[in-house]
């Protein structure tokens, strides 16, 4: 049940819109400031705006809607009737992708990896506070811990059959933190790499080789998952996730190759980061079958992608060593 803030006649608005509101007003300004300090092409930079808001918004409510087409009358009233109903964040997320493609071809502007960059780092300012709405009610959380009572840990939630409160793993705010901690870390990289000749795209790689790693452990702890209607328990979250994981690494080491050559030892490096994500994978799978041990299962899940991202960080070492070597040593023409 959600919280109601304020009532106004016979309109209720709950605390849970709030925060989403304000998480879409985080995400504009953050994506402004961004953007327009880097680019300063303030056509496409408010252009962007409510394009993205018009595709996110249907993006996100089609995949809520594949997902949890019991929650709907039809599919013209969950693509017609917003006053009711959710938003997948995965679909909104392909939704500003869309948008930021049709501005380019558009030609309002030309450099689609540099207004990613922007677009990924003000998805995490708004990641931040909108997850902030399951405070008021129950979505966003694990399973049942007995040891620990209190944030960032756990939050408590009523039992809608029994009336009981539940102490649960408060995944929420877990994402909150580490979303806040990933806009941290690559806005310091965006912003210091400007005057490093830092290669446009590369913030939306390293974004989604942490983000899209978080979030493969993250969404498996939800009893809220969103799932593919083909099984009904493989999330699609993970498995975007998962492939944008996949894509990070793919095309830091299609860069490494271009740039030194190819080595025998990259195929180690390949088949190191292959097992750790195959790692994962079993965790995965393990975790399933024996949720009594999830706390052993989501730490060597997390220990191996970690493994993955370690990996993945040296060879976008390797790809930006040499192609600066390769920019000095070329003789001009």
């Known amino acids: 049940m959600d919280k109601i803030a304020f009532i106004a006649g016979e309109n209720f608005i ?7 509101a304000l998480a879409v007003v985080t995400a504009i300004l953050l994506f402004l400031g961004f953007y327009l300090g880097k680019s300063a092409n303030f056509a496409a930079g408010f252009a962007a705006i409510p394009v993205c808001l018009i ?3 249907y993006a996100g409510r089609f995949v ?17 009737d917003f ?4 938003y997948a964040l995965v679909g909104i997320f392909a939704g500003c992708i869309l948008a930021a493609a049709v501005l380019r071809l558009l030609f309002l502007h030309r450099n689609l990896p540099q207004m990613l960059d922007c677009m990924c780092l003000a998805a995490l300012g708004g990641i931040v506070v909108g997850r902030m709405a399951s405070f008021f009610n129950s979505t966003d959380r694990g399973q049942i811990v007995a040891s620990i009572q209190s944030l960032p840990w756990v939050w408590p939630v009523t ?9 649960r793993l408060a995944t929420f705010v877990i994402q909150a933190m580490v979303a806040a901690a990933l806009l941290l870390i690559l806005s310091v990289f965006y912003l210091t790499g400007r005057r490093r000749g830092l290669k446009d795209g590369d913030t939306t790689l390293l ?4 983000y899209g790693a978080s979030q493969v452990v993250l969404d498996s702890t939800r009893y809220d998952s969103l799932f593919f209607r083909s099984n009904g328990f493989v999330s699609v979250v993970q498995v975007v996730c998962a492939l944008g994981l996949a894509l990070a690494i793919i095309l830091l080491s299609v860069r490494m190759v271009k740039a030194m050559g190819f080595k025998w030892w990259q195929v180690l ?6 097992a750790g994500i195959g790692g994962a994978g079993y965790m995965e799978y393990h975790v399933q079958r024996h949720g009594d041990q999830a706390v052993f299962a989501y730490s060597v899940m997390s220990g191996c992608l970690a493994f993955v991202i370690v990996l993945t960080l040296l060879i976008r070492f390797f790809a930006v060593h040499f192609e600066k070597r390769k920019m000095y040593t070329e003789p001009l023409a």
């Open 64 to 80: 809520h809607w594949y997902c949890r087409t019991d929650s709907y009358r039809s599919f013209y009233a969950a693509m017609t």
């Open 83 to 86: 006053s009711a109903g959710g």
């Open 159 to 167: 039992n809608t059959v029994s009336g009981a409160t539940e102490y």
């Open 269 to 274: 490096l390949w088949l190191l980061i292959a």
């Open 14 to 20: 709950y605390w849970n819109t709030i925060f989403y």
């Open 55 to 57: 595709f996110g918004q």
């Open 207 to 210: 974004f989604l080789l942490f």
